[in-house]
């Protein structure tokens, strides 16, 4: 899931021809508050602004703390979800998240952000480079070895992370997010407009055992 593709404010209607793969993406989507952002950029990276800067233009956004938060009761009880059985009757299941992967980018480094925003903590993009390069994903580890070329495709990575533990012995997804955010505190105060459009957030969700 694109970090930058949420339903923010509402859910669609109910729909009863939807499937129930339908019906359970509508029960597992986040949903955030949004707040007005009078300092985003648009069009920060070459690929995708097509040679052109425009700042102080106004838009929407939402910090990724509330991103989290919204998965905080479900790693909790699991996110309820009906089921419609081949008779028609409808069933509820409950799904618990795990994080299985995690990749951040920002439109400027890190530093920049944090000193603009008053922030201390977190890490350069050379230290991340370094642990990303320390990954088993070689196709990503070579565009980030083409140097400013990627850097100008990707932006500039926070954090890369990949969850290699069994389904069963992970832990629950707001868990998870907490503990990485003592490694990396940008995950709790960077806004949606600070990120680049290659970030997202991979999600596992399993039925739910009581």
């Known amino acids: 899931m694109s970090i930058n593709q949420l339903w923010w404010n509402s ?12 019906i359970f993406l509508d029960s597992v989507s986040p949903m955030v508050s949004i707040n007005p952002d009078s300092k985003i950029k648009v069009g920060a990276l070459k690929s995708l602004e097509e040679g ?24 909790g009880f699991g996110a309820e979800s009906p089921f419609i059985l081949e008779n028609g009757n409808t069933v509820i299941q409950f799904y618990h998240p795990t994080l299985s992967a995690l990749q951040i980018y920002t439109t400027q480094p890190y530093a920049s952000l944090s000193d603009s925003e008053g922030s201390t903590a977190g890490s350069s993009d050379q230290e991340m ?18 140097g400013q070329q990627t850097r100008d495709h990707l932006g ?5 992370y990949n969850e290699e533990s069994d389904p069963d012995k992970r832990p629950p997804f707001f868990v998870k997010i907490n ?3 003592d490694t990396y505190p940008a995950l709790m105060t960077l806004k949606s407009t600070d990120l680049c459009p290659d970030s997202w957030v991979a999600v596992a969700w399993y039925v739910f055992v009581y």
Request: proline share 2%.
């Open 11 to 22: 859910r669609k209607p109910s729909d009863a021809t939807k499937s129930n793969f339908e």
């Open 156 to 160: 500039h990575l926070y954090l890369h």
């Open 129 to 146: 480079e370094e642990v990303f390069e320390a990954t088993e994903d070689d196709a990503l580890t070579a565009q980030l070895e083409n």
């Open 179 to 181: 503990e990485l955010a």
């Open 52 to 75: 052109h800067q425009r700042e102080g233009v106004r838009g929407d956004c939402f910090l990724l703390s509330e991103l989290w938060k919204a998965y905080a009761t479900w790693s």
